[in-house]
Nanobody, 123 residues
Framework: QVQMVESGGGLVQAGDSLTLSCEFT????????MGWFRQAPGQAREFVAALTWSGIQTYYADSVKGRFTISRDNAKNMVYLTMNNLKPEDTAVYYCGSRTGPHWDDPTSYDFWGQGTQVTVSS
């Protein structure tokens, strides 16, 4: 059984930094690529960043490239999203997901999700 629990969200001001954490539980000997998505009210779930099981390959949405960094520590079963220079348009619920499908940026390629953590950026 695959489970994810996100944490670290909050209310910050524009220009601030925040690090989100995702603790995942996966079956023994399973390897999952992971990703972060976000969803603002009334909007579709949007790709933010993803990385391979090894963490060597990373992928970012253009809107966050250069500001956000995704990383993981498999020994601790953790995935992180470090967000710098936050903008009001980054306000959303952020979700961690495990990828089993072919597309990094498509939420339908992710089979398991956490409950999400709210990030609110004030101007």
């Amino acid at each position: 059984q695959v489970q994810m629990v996100e944490s670290g969200g909050g209310l910050v001001q524009a220009g601030d930094s925040l690090t989100l954490s995702c603790e995942f539980t996966i079956p023994t000997f399973s390897h999952y690529a992971m990703g972060w998505f976000r969803q603002a009210p009334g909007q579709a779930r949007e790709f933010v960043a993803a990385l391979t099981w090894s963490g060597i390959q990373t992928y970012y949405a253009d809107s966050v490239k250069g500001r956000f960094t995704i990383s993981r520590d498999n020994a601790k079963n953790m995935v992180y999203l470090t967000m710098n220079n936050l903008k009001p348009e980054d306000t959303a619920v952020y979700y961690c997901g495990s990828r089993t499908g072919p597309h990094w940026d498509d939420p339908t390629s992710y089979d398991f999700w956490g409950q999400g953590t709210q990030v609110t950026v004030s101007s």
